[in-house]
């Protein structure tokens, strides 16, 4: 029998300098099981969810996730795989990543997948990566990013993470690219164009196809941030209108569990020039056995361990399948045809300043209310949880002033929606004071927002 090597207790505190050893015992609560049950249990129902509430939250499509495909992820078969198995004894898992890479590559239109990024901005990173990969070996020197003024963030934060430098395009009054500006911005420099379509105020912009074919004119390519294919999925796909490369959110668009910091995944999907470049390994399939197709010489390499947050593809995997292509393309239509429900029932106390239709999304906004009553968008947010609704998206995008970004979704029924838009009719009668101080029925009313994003505080002291 070998020796163990692993340090004993004894051992290891000999190695500590003294002052880090702890001298009385750790003041640690001591509390009976039961309570701390209790004190979980009750903690986990003060948060909304969309278990337990309607949850309208613009940009982040927080759809009902069916719990088949909870129970299906966690069949023993998928949840008890390890990556480090041999592939023959993973070959169900690696068939279903397979047709994960083939059904991602068909509904974008764009045919080389890495399943690997972890999220959304991850995905972005990588593709961005890609494109500098790429850029490099035709001996092209690129620097510049495009993203519109109504980007997610990060967009041009991928952008400078990758090496590039971000420029800002400005929309135009209707919401949409300002052409005039693109082409002032277009040059040999360019290396992507980072573009969210249908965009961020919820609008298709139906000049894409035009904007990729200048990019690509100046040699550069065409991003799709893919975080509003909820609108479109099985109505258009980004490959055929342009894009080189995408990233889908699997935690949107296709049922992954949301929030709470993940983990998501952010796939990505490239076109065929831009396929060699993509992450390794990627699954391949020969002589019917799949396998981790390693020998990519051109590959950026990993940029996740293991094949990616699997978790959340099987569950994306079971939301596909049982769907199907048509079942897709209905849910793109439900998630339309309810947002378009919400704005026209609400534009005439909170209007809509681009577009009289949307996809699955709107940005109305409070300005009026607030010229009149002194009632922001912050407010409404904020009493709308005394109303048992989770708040829509507030202050985002910014190219709208007091703007409320809302965002039903298809698996919400007429009923809700109406008791949404009542809710926020009776609101709009209360008076300014109750909603200065709502909301009066959470633990927390109204925390500092600024100080919790740039100071948090998220370690706990015993006596705190
Ligand atoms: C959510 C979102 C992202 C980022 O995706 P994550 O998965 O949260 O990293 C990027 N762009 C848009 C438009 C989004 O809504």
């Known amino acids: 029998m070998p020796d163990c090597e692993v340090l004993q207790d004894r051992e290891i505190r000999d190695l500590l300098p003294e002052t880090a050893v702890a001298t009385k015992p750790l003041a640690l609560p001591e509390l009976s099981e039961p309570d701390v049950v209790r004190h979980y249990t009750n903690l986990s129902t003060l948060n909304m969810s969309v278990d337990t509430h309607f949850y309208p939250l613009g940009s982040c499509t927080m759809k009902y996730n069916p719990k088949r495909n909870e129970r299906l992820a966690g069949l023993p078969g998928m949840a008890h795989v390890h990556p480090y198995q041999t592939e023959s004894s993973l070959q169900g898992m690696l068939e279903l990543l397979y047709a994960m890479q083939e059904m991602l590559g068909e509904i974008s239109g764009l045919p080389c997948v890495s399943l690997q990024p972890a999220a959304g901005a991850h995905g972005e990173l990588t593709a961005l990566m890609t494109a500098v990969a790429y850029f490099q070996h035709r001996g092209e020197a690129r620097t510049k990013v495009l993203t519109p003024d109504s980007a997610h963030g990060t967009n041009p934060a991928s952008a400078t993470m990758a090496g590039l430098t971000a420029v800002t395009l400005k929309s135009g009054a209707d919401g949409c690219v300002d052409m005039d500006d693109l082409r002032s911005k ?229 009923e809700t929606l109406d008791a949404f838009c009542e809710a926020l009719f009776r609101i709009t009668e209360e008076s300014s004071e109750t909603l200065h101080s709502a909301p009066t029925t959470t633990l927390i009313s109204r925390p500092d927002e600024v100080t919790a994003a740039r100071k948090p505080v998220v370690t706990w002291n015993p006596g705190d």
Do not use: W
């Open 186 to 414: 277009l040059d040999e420099d360019v290396a992507v164009l980072m573009i969210t379509n249908p965009n961020t105020l919820g609008l298709f912009d139906g000049q894409v196809k035009e904007i990729a074919e200048l990019v690509h004119d100046v040699g550069g390519l065409v991003y799709l941030d893919g975080a509003n294919m909820n609108a479109i999925l099985g109505v258009t796909r980004p490959g055929d209108f342009g894009a080189d490369m995408m990233h889908f959110n699997p935690h949107k668009t296709f049922s992954g569990p949301h929030g709470g910091g993940g983990p998501g995944a952010g796939p990505i999907c490239v076109n065929e020039d831009l396929g060699p470049f993509l992450p390794k390994p990627v699954v391949g399939l020969r002589d019917n056995e799949y396998y981790l197709d390693d020998d990519r010489p051109l590959s950026i390499g990993r940029v996740r361990s293991f094949f990616g947050n699997v978790g959340v593809l099987v569950r994306a995997y079971c939301y596909i399948l049982s769907h199907g292509p048509d079942g897709l393309k209905k849910v793109s239509e439900h998630a339309v045809l309810n947002a378009n429900y919400m704005l026209s029932r609400i534009r005439h106390i909170l209007p809509v300043p681009h577009g009289n239709r949307c996809m699955h999304e709107f940005v109305a906004s409070a300005e009026t209310l607030k010229k009149n009553k002194g009632i922001t968008a912050m407010d409404l947010a904020k009493r709308l949880l005394d109303y048992g609704f989770h708040a829509p998206t507030v202050y985002f995008p910014l190219v709208v002033p007091e703007s409320m970004m809302m965002e039903p979704t298809e698996t919400e029924s007429k």
